[in-house]
Every structure is written in C-alpha cells, then in structure tokens.
C-alpha cells in the first residue's frame, strides 16, 4: 500500500570534524583515526537506542503513533479524531510475531487458503474467493491487552492504555459463502480454527509459537474472509493479503495472512489458543480450564479533552469520545464530570455504523476553572453497563473500567 507522502520518519545524521594542526602526517592519521572510533562509537550508540518504524509501518503518520516496539504500535488518545472511522494511518499495530515477507501483497488474488473440515476440502486463491460473493462489516478492532497500562501488578506485555484499538471497514467474502460453496462444515464441528502465514523458525515445535485460533463455529455466520479495509487492499502491517475477520471478537482472533481455515471438533493446539488469551487469576499461568479471550465487552473513553499537559478554556466545552458495545449495540452513553459522583446522558453523533463499529458521543457542557475528573461509560443493547472496576486477571486482558479510563483536566 502506498503510504502517505508526509512521513516523519526521523534520521540521523552525524557529522564529524576535524582539527588541522601542524603536527605532521602521522598525527593527521592518528586524528582521523580516533574521529572514525568515536564516529563509530556514536553510530552504534545511535542504533542501540534507535525507535524508528520498521519498513513494513514507515507510512504510518508517526507523529500520531506510540511506538512500543516494531510490532506494537499504538494510536495517541489524542489523534483518533471526530469522525468515527479511524484511518489507517493512525490505526494500532499488533503481532504476535515478526510479519512475514512483503512479497505476499504484492500480487494478493494469488494468495491461497487451505479449506479443511468441510464436505469439500479445497485449496482457494484470493481470486476464487472472489467469485463467491462480497460484503462489508465496519467494526471496532481491539487488542485483547488494551488498557492493561492500568493494571496495578504490572502484568507482562505491551502497556497499552486506550490506543490498541481502532474502527474500520473490512471488506471480503462472507465465511458462509465459502461454507456453501465446499458442502458445509463437518457435522462434529465445534470450532472455526484460523492459522496465520508468520514463518516458522526452524527447529522450533510449531505448537509453541504458531498463531492459530479457535472460535465457536457459531461465529462463523458473521465471520469474513477480508482482502480490503477502508476501501484500500489490505497492507502487510493489518494482515494482507487475506485475513480473517470475527465481528465482535478481539485482535487475536483475526488471524492475520490467514493461510488454512478449519472446521473442527476439538480447539487449536497451539500454545496461543491453549494457555495465552486465558482468562486467569493474578500469578497463575492460563490453561485450558480458564476461558478463552473471544468476544469484546462494552468499553468507552473520552478522546477530547484529555491532554494532561494542555489547558482547557473556561466557558462552553464539547467533550468527545467512542462507545463500544461489544457484542450488541451501544444503545446509551453517559457522561461525570466530577469522577462519577454524578451523571449525565450525552447524545451519540454521526452515522451509525451496525453494532460492532464504535459510536462517536459528544456532552456540551459549562466548566468554570478548575481541576476536573471526566469519565464515560457505555450501556449496550443487552443491558449490559460499563463497569466502574476492572476484572482482574494475570495478563491484563480485557479492561474496561469507567474509572482506569476516566481524565483529569484543568479548565482555566
């Protein structure tokens, strides 16, 4: 995908002088000798603290992004803008592994799934997968460890806080269409099991490092098989040139440059499906026993204002923000400003995207100076409520807690 032609992408350059003296060659070698170490010396000094992106996200407006690290990279919670779908330049980037090649977008129709636990197993290229029918679902794509900043025992992994999500519209083939087309999934099957294209190293026991998932099938009547978002072919950095997409279900799930699709009785074997994305206690690894991180709660956060380091003016004041409703509609948005202690409704704005998009929301008020403490919280169509709490859990998964996401402000 071509990037945007106003990269920030910052460089280094280093310069180094030298001091004519009148002390002969030997000392004109000895100086520029010592000036090559130290130049050296700054160079890997450089490279040793160097945060710049990766090729694979360089088209990424930098200026907006958080980078963690080359393949966690989360969107400012004051860049995400009013306008409800988030664009991909500013969209969150999560891997659980290193991308494969950038030669796989480079001509994407060619690219091939293995169909299996079907009455017709088939291997499909993208281009196949074309003829079988099309259709677009705008949805909240989110990290599972979102928000996990937040957690006091400091669990392992990226610390997140609201930025490792995003709103966009993928486009693919239905998964139904697909089943149709091959003769239905196997009667026994519980599962819908994707597997990402990630190399493997050799020597290592696939099990312990592949990214493959399994959901309930039921998902499956919901699921696409994408190859574009926002209108674009799908980039390497969001999974390109195929992945798969479960409405409602959080970022693992999606399994990026998804390679087979299975229908299967028993969940994947794979260390990230049998332990990792395990719903468990503070200091206990996850098992099987534990529950799996699938399906998304209601969640919402106010992006404007919330600069710690900025003033707001006194006087009438529009503050924003998402509402997520998970698995149903976000149907109502709520608004404190003082901690709270006390609430107000605020009204959703802009097109209302299905259920499983965010909803943008805006609450007019009057501040005076002073401190303030914002915070919002979303009611969906279930009657399910934001929390004020969050759940605790050993790797931070899944935090929506009113109260973690709420800001402070000074109005002046």
């Not at 106003?6 to 000392?27: C, E, K, N, P, Y």
């Not at 993928?170 to 599962?191: I, N, Q, R």
């Not at 969906?380 to 807690?401: A, H, I, K, M, V």
């Amino acid at each position: 995908m071509k990037g945007p032609t106003d990269l920030t992408r910052r460089r280094l350059l280093a310069t180094t002088g030298g001091a004519i003296t009148l002390a002969g060659v030997s000392s004109f070698a000895h100086a520029d000798q010592g000036e090559e170490a130290e130049a050296k010396k700054a160079a890997e000094a450089a490279k040793a603290t160097d945060k710049s992106f990766p090729d694979y996200v360089a088209w990424k407006h930098q200026d907006s992004m958080i980078l963690h690290s080359s393949n966690t990279i989360e969107t400012k919670r004051t860049a995400f803008g009013q306008s409800g779908i988030t664009p991909l330049n500013r969209l969150f980037v999560r891997n659980n592994l290193n991308p494969p090649s950038a030669d796989i977008v480079k001509d994407p129709d060619s690219w091939e799934i293995e169909i299996e636990g079907v009455a017709s197993p088939e291997t499909l290229t993208v281009a196949k997968l074309k003829t079988l029918g099309v259709q677009s679902v705008t949805m909240v794509l989110q990290c599972s460890g979102n928000g996990r900043g937040w957690f006091p025992h400091e669990p392992s992994g990226t610390q997140w806080k609201v930025g490792a999500a995003g709103c966009v519209t993928f486009t693919g083939v239905p998964v139904k269409a697909v089943l149709e087309a091959l003769g239905g999934a196997d009667e026994a099957a519980k599962y819908m099991t994707g597997t990402g294209g990630e190399e493997i190293p050799e020597g290592l026991d696939p099990d312990t490092i592949r990214v493959e998932r399994s959901v309930p099938i039921n998902a499956s009547e919901e699921a696409l098989l994408a190859w574009e978002v926002n209108g674009e072919p799908l980039p390497l950095a969001h999974g390109g040139p195929l992945r798969l997409i479960v409405p409602g279900y959080l970022g693992v799930n999606n399994i990026k440059y998804v390679k087979k699709l299975a229908f299967t009785e028993e969940q994947s074997s794979a260390k990230i499906q049998q332990t990792s994305y395990r719903w468990s206690p503070v200091g206990v690894s996850g098992t099987p026993e534990h529950d799996s991180i699938w399906e998304s709660p209601p969640k919402s956060w106010i992006n404007y204002p919330s600069d710690p380091d900025s003033t707001v003016n006194a006087g009438k004041i529009q503050i924003t923000g998402v509402a997520i409703g998970g698995m149903s509609a976000a149907s109502k948005i709520e608004v404190s400003t003082d901690g709270g202690k006390n609430w107000q409704e605020a009204e959703f704005y802009g097109l209302d995207m299905g259920p499983y998009a965010w909803r943008e929301f805006v609450y007019e008020t009057e501040l005076s100076a002073g401190d303030y403490e914002l915070a919002c919280r979303v009611t969906n169509e279930d009657g399910d409520t934001q929390p004020e709490e969050r759940r605790e859990n050993n790797r931070g998964y899944l935090n929506n807690s009113w109260r973690d996401h709420a800001v402070k402000i000074t109005v002046a």
